[in-house]
């Protein structure tokens, strides 16, 4: 593909599915209806944590319009000491956090389920359910669920030969640590936390399932996988995968939340045993508080380097909050907090702590933004201590193309020293600074997937395209897809439809997560465009009577590849289709593979805040973000991902947290309490897209979607510092929080 | 438990339903009269993804009961383009990606068209303190705010 | 929930009379932009809601005599807004009810309902009770007149008693040379609710200050008028000596509670600095006309 000549690659096309999204036509789960349907409503737990000792649900039954009810012995059950693991997720979680068995583990938690002819109905039913609780004691904090004597949720799980709610650990090493200490000239050591955040995405959890009299089921849901949804649907309701048809609906958002399914199987089961299509919506409140946020974390940052910058030693000790059920994302917080430099000694361990809470769920780029929170803020300690620009003290470190990262692979070519130098070349980066005022900067990484995806390309009757590929769209992927299809096939964008397929009319594709759809579905579009290249080619070579290695597919048209060939005039893919059938039958092919080859993505932020120092109110001035994406199919969508990602950011380091009350209840359930960035709390956000591409890739993709949110919660941080003098090592830097740090308390 | 009749203008046309008293208009445009471009998001008026225009004026149909709508002059997201031409909100969105998920995108556009309806030329931050009562996750609302500027000065350069 | 019902009122009669029959199990609905969110959370559960929008006189804003205003209500945000001669009058009651939610929240929010929810933290309130505003309430025995700073017995708790209903807010006779100002802390730029509220109201002639009311809100389980901050503003020409006295005064009088949304020590820490900040709005209004 010629970079000059790119028609579509690069060009900020409209988006297919977008007219249907300004006129409120898109079919979003909650939007779906079907004849005959009736609601679910869900009954959830009151307490943090006890022993459901029984459940009576005769009472519910009998009252008017109530269908069906039911309680986990209608979902199979994943004994306790066998692992069955699906994807990222363990099935005796999943079993348990969608329907409680014999504990409730946190306040929300669902222990049963209604259908009943009206919503209102399906309500009043849960609340005539009766359950008789023993109350347990319960432990909301990392600290107090690691105490000695804190409550334990779950008897099976020991650690160090006990009963403990440390669920698992993780650990990475390189070299020698303590050697390296021991070379340091300077040392910086400090502990952060941070508090449980939702992914926030306006849509909250909803799905329509009808199981017909044959036992065959179809879903429609807001979900990041319908394979994922059919999995899981199969696993907990015991109906084969084959007789699961999962269909994504329009998604409003998900962000790694809706990566698994919370309402999928039971109204499945309730669907089977009312012989009608069941549709469940859970509200606002339910979402905060019976939904994954991630994880809020305890950390210790220790780094060691000499006076010329170079750091010789680095430990990240972790802490992460699970939720009810193990599972919280240590991977990512031990694996890519210190990804962007060449350390020689290095050590991060992650501990995995369940407590009374929602279950995490995974929340763009899941553990690292954590991990590079303490790591970016300590490094910014050590640059003033070695009176360095940061943005150099990085630069020293930069890891590079042969770089062995602290969690094993060797990187390959890849921009981060990019990111930096264009960091310290940005007008932002010199622009003045005003009265209490500060700037900070910070880089960061994430693993990015490749995964398994599938596409089919067909050519219609009538000349033009239509792709299917397996992955739900949050980001305008679809816009990609034809920009990338137009391009290889040679037509106008405008002849690319692009529509993803279900369960049924796609093959198997992993799940709207680790920044891989455009990564993957491109490269299996492109195999299945080459194949139709080729079919083309065949079709023109039998037109003309000549070998089909005489032909070539240039421009939308197959010609023959040199005079010798003979003189034909070209064959337009439309001239082509419409001779399908006379040479052969359908043009059309697909293509299924594991993807291979996703590298890696790294970023780096610049942040100006301006802080009022009599309220502590910090405000974000202005912010740019760098980033190497590879090769920019999409422009505008793109930096669209840049721009969610730091906007999610800034969130987190000011205004959003997850607040428990003194009966280990969360009480702030709503958009007013819990407070996610509204549009006059923000300036533009500026984006920077450097371009190294990924050898790997066909047109050079790397995962764009998870990498914003790594850096800004330190950039932010080390801003405040700049504009107050003093450091924060806690999130959010809420108005009381950074008025206390102002006045020295 | 007696339902109410209503009568009233819903995108320039009658329209009469029974609801309970205490339907709000968002449960009833949605559930009863398949407009379900307006979204629930938080059912608390605090995201503004069920914005509609009531009687010239901007407001959350969440917090609406579908009573209150006898007599009245309703426009939501449904009748913003006209006969099949895209308003240009709506087409300046797609041009500039002003939309990711699009759950957001009928609030936002609603808002946008009342505020250029009231405020034909607003400054950024008057874009910016409008449209604060719509929340949006996947965008950053950077986008957003220029597209909105975008129109009131293509509205400015036409008039 | 499904016992619920609905009565759209043409006059003051009407919704004072169904209010009083249901003996206590009624509500009145302005803009709902309160109610109805008590009523889906469960906080409230009225049987009768009377909706009042449709009653003439509680939708007016009537220009009494000059410079006199008498606002109905259920008067929305968006509509006294457009009365400019209103929003020149009273800016700080303005940019107060202004603060109120978004601007969907704005098309339809009243003063009188903000003033009737009863909450400690209600945006208009300290507005209100700075600029001496009077409450106009009908009941089964007539009209009677209470002054805003008595309006309130606790957190959602109000004078009114069964039967009664807020019809209008009365405000003073402006006088020349005054203005007033009300702000607010919150997290966010907008869309939450008050930490802490302040509202003043003064006049100033040859900068000298002689008449001065100071209120606030979100600090006591009612919003405060403070009324020893007249005493020592008359008289002065309110240097900064002066600022610092009243804004230990506010900060003594703060009663707050610790809860999400702010804890005791910010609340009293914050009510003197937008003390001092919103007399110097308040005195730059009042120059710069």
């Keep these: 593909m010629n970079e000059i000549s790119n028609k579509w690659i690069g060009k900020n096309t409209v988006r297919p599915d977008g007219a249907e999204k300004v006129t409120g036509r898109a079919q979003y789960s909650s939007d779906t209806t079907m004849p005959g349907m009736i609601w679910g409503h869900v009954l959830r737990s009151p307490h943090p944590h006890a022993k459901i000792i029984s459940i009576n649900t005769k009472k519910a039954e009998a009252l008017a319009g109530v269908k069906s009810v039911i309680t986990s012995k209608d979902i199979v059950d994943f004994p306790l000491d066998t692992p069955v693991i699906l994807g990222i997720q363990d099935m005796r979680w999943m079993c348990r956090n969608v329907m409680a068995r014999d504990k409730v583990l946190f306040h929300g938690h669902p222990l049963a389920a209604v259908a009943a002819t009206t919503e209102a109905i399906a309500e009043k039913a849960c609340d005539l359910i009766e359950v008789e609780y023993e109350i347990l004691p319960w432990a909301i904090d990392i600290e107090d669920a690691i105490k000695d004597d804190a409550p334990i949720l779950h008897d099976h799980i020991q650690f160090n030969g006990k009963p403990s709610n440390i669920a698992g650990t993780l650990e990475h090493k390189k070299g020698d640590i303590e050697e390296g200490f021991a070379k340091a000239d300077v040392i910086i050591e400090k502990d952060f936390k941070t508090e449980a955040v939702h992914q926030g995405y306006l849509e909250t959890h909803s799905c329509l399932v009808s199981v017909a009299a044959d036992g065959r089921a179809t879903i429609w849901s807001s979900s990041q996988g319908q394979f994922m949804v059919r999995a899981m649907t199969s696993f907990l309701t015991g109906i084969p995968q084959s007789n699961i048809r999962a269909i994504p609906a329009e998604i409003g958002g998900g962000f790694g939340g809706k990566t698994i399914v919370y309402l999928e199987p039971l109204a499945t089961v309730l669907s089977q045993k009312t012989g009608r299509p069941v549709k469940i919506v859970m509200n606002r409140e339910d979402t905060m508080r019976a939904s994954g946020p991630t994880s809020g974390s305890k950390s210790t940052i220790k780094i060691g380097a000499t006076n010329d910058g170079k750091i010789v030693a680095a430990q990240g000790i972790y802490y992460l909050q699970a939720g009810a059920f193990p599972g919280s994302p240590i991977r990512g917080a031990a694996g890519c907090s210190l990804a962007p430099y060449d350390i020689p000694n290095a050590h991060t361990f992650g501990y995995d702590v369940v407590s009374n809470r929602s279950k995490v769920a995974a929340y763009r780029a899941p553990g690292a933004p954590i991990g590079a929170y303490g790591v970016e803020c300590v490094l910014d300690e050590i640059a003033e201590a070695l009176k360095m620009c940061p943005l150099e003290l990085r630069k020293i470190n930069a890891a590079k193309e042969g770089t062995k990262a602290v969690h094993g692979p060797v990187f390959p070519k890849m921009g981060y020293i990019e990111t930096l130098d264009a960091a310290i070349n940005h007008p932002h980066y010199k622009a003045p600074l005003g009265k209490h005022q500060g700037r900070g900067v910070a880089s960061g990484f994430w693993f990015n997937a490749g995964g398994e995806s599938s596409a089919q390309l067909n050519i219609t009757e009538d000349g033009n395209v239509v792709v299917t590929t397996g992955h739900p769209d949050i980001g305008g992927s679809r816009a990609s897809i034809a920009n990338i299809t137009a391009e290889l096939l040679g037509i106008h964008h405008d002849r690319v439809s692009v529509l993803i397929g279900d369960t049924a009319t796609i093959g198997y594709s992993n799940l709207t997560g680790g920044s891989r759809v455009l990564f993957a579905s491109a490269m299996v579009v492109t195999e299945s465009a080459q194949i139709v290249i080729n079919q083309l080619k065949q079709r023109a070579a039998k037109i003309w009577g000549i070998d089909e290695d005489a032909i070539e597919w240039e421009n939308g048209e197959a010609r023959p590849a040199g005079d010798n060939a003979g003189k034909f005039a070209p064959l337009t893919l439309a001239e082509i289709a419409d001779k399908a059938t006379a040479t052969g039958g359908p043009i059309g092919a697909g293509y299924q593979v594991n993807t291979e080859g996703a590298e890696g993505g790294f970023a780096t932020h610049i942040c100006d805040v301006e802080v009022d120092m009599d309220l502590g109110i910090v405000r974000v001035k202005r912010y740019t973000s760098i980033q190497d994406v590879g090769k920019a199919i999409h422009p505008d969508y793109v930096e669209g991902q840049l721009q969610g990602g730091c906007a999610q950011g800034i969130g987190w380091a000011l205004s959003e947290e997850y607040i428990y009350n003194k009966d280990g209840h969360l009480d702030n359930t709503g958009f007013l309490d819990y407070r996610m960035p509204v549009c006059s709390d923000l300036p533009m956000l500026d984006t920077v897209i450097i371009e190294v591409p990924n050898p790997k890739h066909p047109q050079g993709v790397r995962g764009v979607g998870e990498v914003p949110l790594v850096p800004p919660l330190a950039a932010i941080s080390n801003a405040v510092y700049q504009a107050i003098g003093k450091r924060s090592y806690s999130l959010p830097m809420s108005p009381p929080k950074v008025l206390k740090i102002i006045e020295g308390n | 438990m007696s339902k109410i009749q209503v009568s009233t203008n819903i995108n320039n046309e009658s329209v009469e339903y029974l609801c309970e008293p205490h339907d709000t208009m968002l449960n009833v445009l949605r559930n009863q009269l398949d407009l379900t471009g307006s979204k629930e998001s938080c059912g608390s008026g605090d995201c503004g993804s069920c914005s509609i225009i009531l009687d010239g004026e901007l407001v959350c149909s969440c917090l609406m009961l579908a009573a209150e709508a006898e007599g009245s002059k309703l426009e939501t997201i449904e009748g913003m383009s006209e006969g099949g031409k895209l308003h240009a909100l709506q087409q300046k969105f797609l041009e500039k990606a002003a939309l990711q998920c699009g759950i957001c995108t009928p609030g936002f556009l609603m808002a946008s068209k009342a505020l250029l309806d009231h405020n034909p030329t607003p400054t950024e931050t008057e874009v910016r303190f409008w449209l604060a009562g719509n929340l949006c996750r996947c965008t950053g609302y950077d986008k957003i705010v220029k597209a909105v500027l975008e129109v009131a000065d293509d509205m400015k350069e036409s008039a | ?289």
């Excluded at chain 3, 020149?88 to 309902?113: D, H, T």
């Design chain 3, 1 to 289: 929930m499904s016992e619920t019902q609905y009565l759209a009122a043409k006059t003051i009669d009407e919704a004072v009379s169904a209010h009083s029959k249901a003996n206590g199990s009624a509500r009145f609905l302005a803009g709902g932009t309160d109610l109805l969110v008590q009523i889906k959370s469960g906080i409230k559960k009225p049987k009768l809601v009377i909706d009042i929008k449709k009653i003439v006189e509680l939708n007016a804003i009537k220009e009494v005599s000059d410079n006199e205003f008498m606002v109905g209500a259920s008067v929305s945000g968006a509509n006294l807004n457009r009365n400019n001669k209103f929003t020149k009058l009273w800016p700080g009651v303005i940019e107060a009810f202004r603060l109120i939610g978004s601007e969907q929240i704005q098309g339809r929010a009243s003063l009188g309902g903000n003033l009737c929810n009863g909450s400690p933290a209600g945006d208009s309130v300290p507005a209100l009770i700075a600029a001496g505003c009077i409450a106009i309430i009908a009941g089964p025995d007539g009209k009677k007149e209470i002054p805003i700073e008595n309006f309130h017995k606790g957190p959602g708790k109000t004078v009114l008693e069964n039967g009664e209903m807020l019809v209008s807010l009365k405000f003073p006779k402006r006088e020349i040379n005054s203005s007033d100002a009300y702000l607010r802390m919150t997290p966010r730029t907008e869309m939450d609710i008050a930490v802490v509220g302040c509202g003043v109201n003064i006049t100033l002639e040859n900068n000298v200050c002689t008449a001065a009311r100071v209120s606030l809100g979100a600090v006591a389980p009612t919003p405060l008028l403070i009324k020893d901050a007249s005493d020592i503003m008359i008289g002065t020409d309110l240097n900064s000596d002066i600022l610092d006295k009243v804004a230990n005064l506010c900060i003594k009088a703060c009663n707050p509670i610790n809860d999400k949304r702010g804890t005791i020590d910010y609340r009293t820490k914050v009510a003197g600095v937008l003390l001092k900040r919103s007399v110097l709005i308040a005195i730059d209004r009042i120059k710069g006309n």
